[in-house]
């Protein structure tokens, strides 16, 4: 069996297994309940499972290991950044938001505020962090099947593309939360398995001695000892170090406002069930991010940080050719077969954690927009579903269209413009309206929109998008006008986003906000009235 048809086979044998999940789902699917919280059954390890597998996507398995594997100790913080991270969202927001709220950020919000003005904004901001992350995955998913099918790139790539954003329209609209859900649990099951497989075989290289594996590592890079000392990417002028302050700031605080993780939280039966997924979820996050170090710096030894770059500027594959070389290396059966296993279980990762964006970006478009915003909640539950599933397919092919225009961004890199704009524009009002009384729909509406478009804003000003290469490729290489030298806005935009929704909240008078606080905060800390809580 050649190469190519063993991973055909396996990509096939992936998606089978998922899209078999999704029809069992669907029949499962009766309520909205079902539909966007997946019926509210799932336990403590399983959510933990699905939580993980949401968040350690394409991005952490591709981008994060390739840029160890180019800059070194410089990448490894992205590692650092996404763990850590994660103690925000558990001490901060997971259990009073789980408590507080149904199926969206927004009906958190909109409990004491508003209705109208809050939910379009939350819901806008979804939207743009949802499209944001999805570009990212899409990528990840042209790239290796490119490697892969050993084919030219341009029209393969871009059907590829198509293809992933069809399976991931036909997972939301058929099987709705349960079956992204469980399509997440697989993959989470998948992706520990091969990374600890390829983990253990590359230590093996080096008799399970680290420091001999980072000194071949920096031998091979081309840069030395600097290797293996922070400053690579990050240190050469001040900008770059006010980047990458800027960079861990949003990496820190953006998981906390992550649309598509929040919305997990609404999937167990209590506050404790919450609690108990999130300590599972860190546990098994913080092996796999251990893990990312041995794969970025295993490929810069093994593979070679110039092999690696010659294959793809943007470093994205760095694991799936370490998976080769353990495996035996080029042209032999271990390697083709230990390529092609990890690239399955890549492919798996994209498909779950698309499912889960554009299902958390259609249900806000569903539930907050168009049954509270348009209608007035006069709807019933089976229209406002038929309605998420119409936004599915919107958001799908929007997602597909800028994916095809990005396909040369390391994908890394592209989340953690995700991360910023969600630390810049949900984070600010969450925190606000669980923690601040006067906090009012002023503040709120100020703190998103201002958050959001100034992110968005000084991203398009940045060297990412125009000018000249700094790291990586800007998307319109030929033009400059970027008159802001940071690539990542975080260090402007969060303060910003924290500021607008005070000043918002401080100009404005709204007694009844005020008078609701009392009540949010019993449910917050209680969970007494949250929709599905047992008494």
Not at 152 to 162: H, P, R, S
Not at 245 to 274: D, E, K, Q
Not at 336 to 362: E, K, N, P, Q, R
Not at 501 to 508: D, P
Request: with cysteine; net charge negative; aromatic share 10%.
């Amino acid at each position: 069996m050649s190469d190519q048809t063993l991973t055909i086979v396996l990509f096939l044998v992936v998606v089978a297994i998922t899209v078999g999940i999704t029809i069992w789902a669907s029949r499962e699917t009766a309520t909205t309940a079902d539909y966007y919280a997946g019926g509210r059954q799932f336990s403590g390890f399983q959510n933990g499972l699905a939580v993980s597998g949401d968040y350690m996507s394409a991005a952490s398995f591709l981008g994060i290991s390739g840029l160890i594997s180019q800059v070194g100790y410089d990448g490894f913080l992205y590692s650092i950044g996404f763990l850590v991270a994660w103690l925000v969202a558990l001490l901060l927001v997971a259990e009073l938001l789980r408590n507080s709220g149904r199926y969206t950020m927004a009906d958190q919000l909109a409990y004491r505020m508003r209705q109208r003005s809050v939910r379009t904004a939350a819901s806008v901001s979804t939207v743009a962090v949802s499209i944001f992350y999805l570009l990212a995955q899409m990528v990840g998913a042209g790239t290796l099947v490119v490697l892969l099918l050993d084919v030219d790139e341009g029209l393969l790539k871009n059907l590829v593309i198509a293809g992933v954003g069809a399976l991931m329209i036909f997972y939301v609209t058929v099987g709705g939360m349960k079956g992204t859900t469980w399509v997440q649990i697989v993959k989470a099951v998948l992706l520990m398995s091969g990374t600890a497989l390829v983990t253990v075989l590359a230590l093996a290289e080096f008799g399970f001695n680290i420091s001999e594996m980072l000194g071949q590592a920096a031998e091979q890079s081309g840069s030395g000892a600097a290797f293996l000392e922070p400053g690579l990417a990050y240190g050469a002028t001040t900008t770059a170090k006010i980047d990458f302050i800027s960079l861990a700031l949003a990496l820190v605080l953006g998981t906390a406002g992550l649309p598509h993780i929040l919305i997990r939280f609404y999937t167990v039966p209590t506050a404790r069930v919450a609690r108990t997924s999130v300590q599972w979820a860190i546990t098994l996050i913080g092996i796999f991010y251990l893990m990312t170090l041995v794969l970025g710096f295993g490929a810069a030894a093994l593979v070679g940080t110039e092999q690696i770059a010659s294959v793809d500027p943007a470093g994205n594959l760095a694991s799936p050719l370490l998976a080769e070389a353990v495996g035996g290396g080029e042209g032999t059966t271990g390697g083709a077969v230990l390529l092609a296993l990890i690239a399955a279980v890549a492919f798996a990762t994209i498909l779950a954690v698309v499912a889960g964006l554009t299902l958390t970006s259609a249900s806000s478009v569903a539930h907050d927009l168009y049954a509270n915003v348009f209608r007035k909640g006069r709807m019933s539950e089976s229209d406002e579903v038929r309605v998420a599933r119409i936004a599915a397919f919107v958001i799908g092919a929007v997602a597909i269209g800028l994916s095809i225009l990005a396909q040369d961004q390391n994908i890394a890199f592209l989340v953690a413009l995700a991360f910023a704009v969600a630390a810049s524009a949900n984070l600010p009002s969450l925190l606000y309206n669980l923690f601040w009384r006067r906090f009012n729909t002023r503040g709120a509406t100020w703190a998103i929109y201002g958050g959001l478009v100034s992110c968005v804003g000084l991203v398009i000003f940045s060297p990412v998008v125009s000018g000249p290469v700094v790291t990586t490729p800007p998307l319109f290489p030929d033009y400059d006008w970027s008159y802001f030298p940071l690539s990542n806005p975080g260090i402007v935009s969060i303060p910003l986003g924290f500021f607008l929704g005070w000043l918002g909240t401080v100009t404005s008078r709204e007694p009844e906000a005020q008078e609701r606080y009392p009540e949010l905060e019993v449910r917050s800390l209680t969970g007494a009235g949250a929709e599905g809580a047992h008494h």
